[in-house]
């Protein structure tokens, strides 16, 4: 089934959803964001080996669930060539219009607002998500459905932000949690368990479920520990 590029996520009834709260923020702030994704120490080094990770040729389709603004979309498109296609599935539209001014001359890229969780294609060769793991209330079973979606022999990476663990660098976790405080959505910020914590636990789960459904190929960490990269193919 070809995508549909097309697609929205349906309009939420209630304007003080979690979901509608985090378009509208991401929205606000994505020139922010924009510059974060390009110039935050380590991203000049965990984006291309993400792309190089799930081991893409020319004529594949690869999608990247959550997009943001597309810092990750030209390194996967130069991997594809000119016959493969990018498709960028992100929830948010004014992070998406940023996305659009940077792939302008990229023909075969393509942008869809829609749910990560529910995207509406099929059969891609590859999924990249980046810094994403963490927006999921069940980051398993979504990583799990995304395996389902590339099929045996398909390629996952997964690059996501967590408290380091490397004893060197441990005492920048308080700088990395009140980081994660200021940048994560209101509603977010003030609840009783730490957004830090509810992070952590979500990037082991979507990690996990990458590991048990796929041969891993390719694990690393960046930025003193902060990042952590896995890929893998489905079996």
């Not at 000049?44 to 893409?56: K, N």
């Not at 990229?106 to 829609?114: D, F, I, Q, T």
């Not at 209101?186 to 479920?209: C, E, F, I, Q």
Request: with cysteine; hydrophobic share 40%.
């Amino acid at each position: 089934m070809a995508p549909d590029f097309s697609a929205e996520p349906s309009p939420d009834s209630d304007a003080r959803s979690p979901a509608t709260i985090a378009q509208s923020f991401y929205t606000r702030w994505a020139r922010l964001y924009d510059t974060l994704a390009r110039r935050a120490p380590g991203v000049g080094t965990v984006r291309p080996e993400a792309a190089d990770a799930l081991d893409l040729s020319p004529g594949e389709t690869v999608v990247e669930m959550g997009c943001g603004t597309g810092a990750n979309l030209p390194y996967l498109a130069e991997r594809v060539g000119t016959d493969g296609t990018v498709v960028g599935v992100d929830f948010s539209p004014g992070v998406l219009d940023v996305a659009r001014e940077r792939v302008r001359d990229y023909p075969n890229v393509h942008l869809v607002r829609a749910d990560a969780t529910k995207p509406p294609l099929a059969d891609p060769d590859a999924i990249l998500a980046t810094f994403v793991s963490g927006m999921f209330d069940d980051p398993e079973a979504v990583v799990s459905s995304w395996a389902d979606l590339v099929g045996p022999g398909g390629r996952l990476c997964l690059v996501d932000l967590a408290e380091t663990t490397d004893s060197t660098w441990r005492a920048l976790n308080p700088l990395f949690r009140a980081l994660v405080r200021v940048t994560a959505p209101p509603g977010t910020r003030t609840m009783r368990k730490s957004p830090t914590a509810m992070l952590d636990g979500r990037l082991v789960s979507a990690h996990r479920a990458l590991e048990a459904r796929c041969r891993v190929t390719h694990r690393a960490t960046h930025v003193f520990g902060f990042a952590r990269v896995r890929a893998g193919v489905v079996e």
